[in-house]
């Protein structure tokens, strides 16, 4: 690890779909990034699962494979935090999302 890679957390919400950890975890692949720690799980909201996986790259990097899967795989929405930071905020961007969503979709 150089030193400007950091531990860093991925959390990716999404319906639950088959193929999709294989989609995330193939864009880790061919960019030869280690998954240091991987957890899959039921969100606070129904119906919407929550995917977390732990890596030690950079900034720049960490924040390009969010970009990366937003665009290339069906996902609710992704995030990247340093493994120190507080995540208030991500629930309450999710909720949002998923209030303009299913708004949306009636």
């Known amino acids: 690890m150089d030193r400007a ?6 959390t990716v919400y999404s319906e639950n779909q088959i193929g999709l950890l294989c989609s995330i975890s193939g864009i880790f692949a ?7 720690s991987l957890t899959v799980f039921p969100s606070e ?4 699962y929550r ?4 890596l030690s ?12 899967i937003e ?8 995030f990247c935090f340093r493994s120190n930071e ?7 961007t999710v909720a949002a999302y998923l ?3 299913m708004n949306n979709n009636q």
Not at 5 to 10: F, G, P, Y
């Open 30 to 36: 061919r960019r030869n990034i280690d998954i240091d």
């Open 71 to 78: 665009k290339n795989v069906e996902v609710l929405k992704a």
């Open 99 to 101: 209030r303009e969503h």
């Open 86 to 92: 507080v995540w208030d905020s991500e629930h309450e």
């Open 57 to 68: 790259v950079n900034e720049e990097t960490a924040e390009r494979l969010v970009r990366i």
């Open 5 to 10: 890679s950091r531990m860093h957390i991925i």
């Open 45 to 48: 909201f129904p119906g919407i």
């Open 51 to 54: 995917f977390t996986f732990r």
